[in-house]
């Protein structure tokens, strides 16, 4: 069975810009969380989606989003960027919330 | 506010040793906790997951122990080897549906195994 994918994997941008972070699930797997991993912060949670809606949000600013698609995909944007936004972001997908979570590669995220 | 603490931060150990790594979480009222190992620049790997109800878990060389109501979690590691060498996380997750499946981590412990 194919593990968690995340495209891409590395990313560079300037200061302003948006981004889009794609994640795909484990095949089955329903719900899908992000988080942000930085020297300084260490893994911190973004916000988590089950069945397409967002069931849980971390301490983040409203430049923070995500969507899940009805296959369970799901995106995390983030709008005009800051040079503290970089960093290593994550996605985990579980069959349901409270069940063993399995991390993709990340998306190193370098804004400039 | 679930705060998790892992001690110690870093450990250098020579190959064949075996060795504990600490983690401890102020709330008690988990639903379950789990071990990562996370290599240079890479994702996490799921090494072991124990639910609130359970004392321990095992897969290969190693064992995990929960003392649910002192707030503390060990991950044992046998006759440790080079290939051991990553940080190490621990993540608790909350009881209750508002917990969802957000995960509160560790700052990790960084072993190296020294050949």
């Known amino acids: 069975k194919a593990g968690v994918t995340q495209t891409p994997r590395y990313l560079i941008k300037t200061r302003g810009q948006q981004v889009t972070l794609s994640c795909s699930p484990i095949?089955?797997?329903?719900?899908v969380s992000w988080y942000q991993q930085t020297p300084g912060q260490g893994l911190q949670f973004l916000f988590e989606y089950f069945s397409e809606t967002q069931r849980n949000k971390g301490n983040f600013p409203g430049r923070f989003s995500g969507r899940q698609f009805s296959n369970s995909r799901s995106e995390m944007n983030v709008s005009t960027l800051e040079l503290g936004d970089s960093a290593l972001y994550l996605c985990a997908s579980s069959l349901v919330g409270f069940s063993e979570q399995y991390f993709g590669p990340g998306t190193r995220l370098t804004v400039t | 506010k679930q705060e998790v603490t892992q001690i110690p931060a870093a450990l250098s150990v020579p190959e064949g040793e075996n060795l504990v790594l600490n983690c401890s979480f102020t709330?008690?009222?988990?639903?379950?906790l789990q071990w990562f190992r996370q290599d240079p620049g890479k994702g996490l790997t799921s090494l072991l997951l124990i639910q609130s109800s359970q004392r321990e878990q095992t897969s290969g060389r190693l064992n995990a122990s929960l003392d649910k109501s002192s707030g503390r979690s060990t991950l044992y590691i046998a006759a440790s080897q080079p290939g051991d060498s990553a940080t190490y996380l621990c993540?608790?997750?909350?009881?209750?549906?508002?917990?969802?499946?957000?995960?509160?981590f560790g700052e990790g412990t960084q072993l190296t195994v020294n050949p």
């Open positions: 709330d008690s009222a988990i639903y379950n």
């Open positions: 993540a608790v997750r909350g009881e209750g549906e508002t917990s969802g499946s957000r995960l509160t």
């Open positions: 095949s089955g797997h329903r719900s």
